[in-house]
């Protein structure tokens, strides 16, 4: 090998190492993954519990509806809280 080749090789070795070192300390811990579950966990359930709420609102509002308007904003509630995952996710 030439004496520009081994500069080249070396230079690209120490990159990454150091990418490699930079990695490892950016590492997620326990905690920092707990959280990001936690918070996955809340953009779902949130939409789903709120949807069941406001319909049960509006059920006892209206009379002879019974459980049309819950069921629909549970459902959509899913939907939204899928949506949410899929959007935290690709982040």
């Known amino acids: 090998m030439t004496d520009p080749q081994k500069n080249r090789l070396r230079k690209r ?51 002879g509806y019974e459980m049309r308007w819950t069921l629909s904003l549970i459902f959509i509630g899913v939907f939204i809280g899928a949506v949410n995952l899929y959007l935290a996710i690709r982040e």
């Open 13 to 63: 070795v120490e990159q990454q190492a150091k990418r490699m070192q930079q990695a490892e300390k950016d590492r997620p811990n326990l905690l920092a993954q707990t959280v990001y579950m936690g918070r996955l966990g809340l953009l779902f359930v949130l939409p789903v519990i709120g949807g069941a709420y406001l319909g049960r609102w509006i059920d006892s509002i209206q009379s």
